[in-house]
């Protein structure tokens, strides 16, 4: 794949010095990501491809006509690198719309972004994926789009908003920026070659597309039966021998950064021993406003890998040419003529704070501030309710019934491994039994949790217990529940249970907490139960406040406890999870019972 050029005889032109160049960056520090050289020259840009760049890194006697342009201007000496790109992120998970998303993370350097929108699409569909399609148009970056291969993410373990086969995925590679399979998390679907994952494989095949893996904790034959499915990438690793194994059999790590899972610094440390680090990336997956307010955005995950002892430009080069040729994009990622003028100008290469980001050639911030004019975009999806639970749930609902009256039982527990990671495991224990009904009133570690499906026209739901979870008292409620997304409440007591679900429902989706029956904070999230409309800084705020009232609960290990409730319904991810049709053994891909007989 290519980005394309409308003139390319001018372009010609240009870099033979026949016609003036749009724009000339002089006086910059020049980072070549081909040689990993730093040096002084001009770079002479037309119609947002860089034409030519004046230098003498050797010290040649030559002579050259200089280059002449229409607008001049001048690094004064700094370090011009190429635009920065995440090589995996979900802008749903952000809690911004695209073009929210896009002010916020430019003046951190970000041009080129891959986004999956699986999240809006087990919400709403095929809609849901050409409304991030849509309103991410005719922005100063780049946002390419992956279609989403598995939603829901396992078959038969939960029930999603949509259910995507190889005929959606076809609708979605129709559209202009779709280049891909959004991470194909189902992992034993393919190496099984179930007939879902090799259809829609195929269907990324036939145009050609990016197929984008999700592979966490694989190796020996698992790994290289999915690799030989032409997969390429996983972002999912977190071990130091993953990374080894992986990079070994020639797939690309994304390494991770993001608000939940921070693994750059244990990947890289897999990895820095080997002589060749071009498959080797960076991405933030899932990233909140608040911090990118604060740290910013892949700037500051290069910033982090650095720290691990990576060398600055072996940094820089893993979120721009590696991340590039992963793609397989042929002329971005790098300072060169014929590639993309996606520039950006920084004081220093350990840390990325840009003064100047350019986009296509085009000045687009400047000392941290938005200069290119993102113009609003209203599209009706943003107006659509999706929090749809039709029937009207009691405080009964909310009970857990034995199957006994009175006395002790045991049942299988989700069991988090610590407070602060989002590993699940199978535990056994023995509860009370009050009058028909589980009583959990003297293990304080231990909640209820309970998933009811928000989409049209579903009205299953499943209840279970969960241990070191973390809050202490109270009930939280999200609609944002990896990955379908469902509405998710861990609690003490049945009447918080009940007033976060009431909340959820009048707000249209989000994240609530309440005690003693009523609602402490709530972070409002209408657009899918995802996202706001709010500018980054703003919506920075609010999530700031709603963390705040989840630690005055108990959550207070946790470093982000905004969304730890969005990790007890991922399926995916080893090794007990649950959803709205129960309990589930994600390595066996088979259903638990809470009892135990």
Do not use: W
């Not at 119609?47 to 690094?75: R, S």
């Not at 635009?83 to 003046?107: C, Q």
């Not at 095929?126 to 390419?144: A, C, F, T, W």
């Amino acid at each position: 794949m290519r980005i394309m050029t409308k003139n390319k005889k001018s372009l010609v032109e240009a870099a033979m010095g026949k016609r003036k160049c749009s724009l000339i960056i002089k006086n910059g520090k020049i980072l070549n990501m081909f040689t990993g050289e730093i040096y002084y020259g001009n770079i002479g840009i037309y119609d947002g491809f860089i034409c030519h760049i004046e230098c003498n890194p050797d010290g040649l006697n030559k002579v050259e006509e200089p280059l002449e342009g229409e607008v001049i201007f001048d690094a004064k000496g700094q370090y011009v690198i190429p635009g920065l790109i995440d090589i995996h992120i979900h802008i749903e998970s952000t809690m911004m719309t695209p073009r929210n998303f896009a002010e916020a993370v430019l003046v951190h350097g970000t041009t080129t972004v891959i986004t999956d929108p699986h999240e809006i699409g087990n919400v709403l569909g095929v809609e849901g994926v050409k409304y991030m399609h849509d309103s991410s148009s005719d922005l100063p970056m780049r946002q390419y789009v992956l279609a989403p291969s598995c939603v829901p993410s396992v078959l038969n373990m939960e029930n999603a908003g949509a259910n995507f086969t190889y005929k959606e995925i076809e609708k979605m590679f129709k559209m202009e920026r779709v280049i891909g399979l959004g991470e194909i998390m189902d992992f034993l679907g393919v190496i099984n070659n179930e007939e879902r994952m090799d259809s829609i494989i195929e269907m990324g095949e036939k145009f050609g597309g990016f197929l984008q893996g999700h592979a966490p904790f694989s190796c020996g034959r698992p790994l290289s039966a999915y690799l030989t499915r032409g997969i390429k990438s996983c972002h999912e690793s977190r071990l130091p021998q993953e990374a080894r194994d992986k990079i070994r059999n020639g797939m690309f790590v994304d390494a991770r950064e993001s608000s939940i899972s921070k693994n750059v610094k244990d990947l890289f440390k897999g990895v820095k021993d080997f002589r060749y680090l071009d498959n080797f990336t960076l991405c933030t997956d899932d990233r909140e406003p608040e911090d990118i307010v604060k740290d910013g955005h892949i700037n500051y995950v290069i910033k982090e890998v650095i720290k691990a002892g990576m060398n600055p430009i072996d940094a820089i080069r893993s979120a721009t040419l590696n991340s590039a040729r992963e793609l397989e994009i042929s002329n971005l990622g790098a300072i060169a003529p014929g590639f993309v003028a996606d520039l950006v100008i920084t004081p220093s290469l350990e840390d990325i704070v840009p003064s100047a980001v350019f986009f296509n050639g085009e000045l687009v911030a400047k000392d941290g501030k938005i200069v290119k004019e993102i113009e609003n975009m209203k599209l009706n999806v943003e107006n659509k309710n999706t929090v749809y639970i039709d029937e009207d749930l009691t405080l009964e609902d909310f009970k857990i019934k034995a199957p006994i009256n009175e006395g002790k039982i045991k049942v299988n527990v989700i069991k988090y491994e610590d407070k602060v990671r989002s590993i699940t495991t199978f535990s056994e224990k023995e509860v009370n039994v009050v009058n028909g009904y589980v009583d959990l009133s003297n293990n304080k570690d231990l909640m209820t949790v309970m998933v009811i499906n928000r989409h049209k026209g579903k009205n299953s739901k499943a209840i279970a217990i969960v241990e070191n979870f973390g809050n202490s008292h109270g009930a939280i409620g999200s609609t944002v529940s990896h990955d379908c997304h469902n509405m998710t409440i861990v609690y003490d007591k049945e009447e918080n249970a009940l007033s976060v679900l009431k909340e959820l429902k009048k707000i249209g989706g989000g994240i609530t907490c309440a005690v003693n029956g009523k609602i402490k904070q709530t972070l409002a999230l209408p657009v899918a139960g995802l996202m706001s409309n709010k500018k980054c800084i703003d919506l920075a705020k609010e999530a700031l406040e709603m963390k705040e009232a989840l630690r005055k609960i108990g959550l207070i290990e946790p470093p982000n406890p905004l969304l730890r409730i969005a990790t007890i319904a991922l399926p995916v991810i080893p090794d007990v999870k649950m959803s709205d049709l129960g309990i589930i053994d994600v390595n066996k891909q088979e259903f638990i019972n809470l009892f135990i007989k």
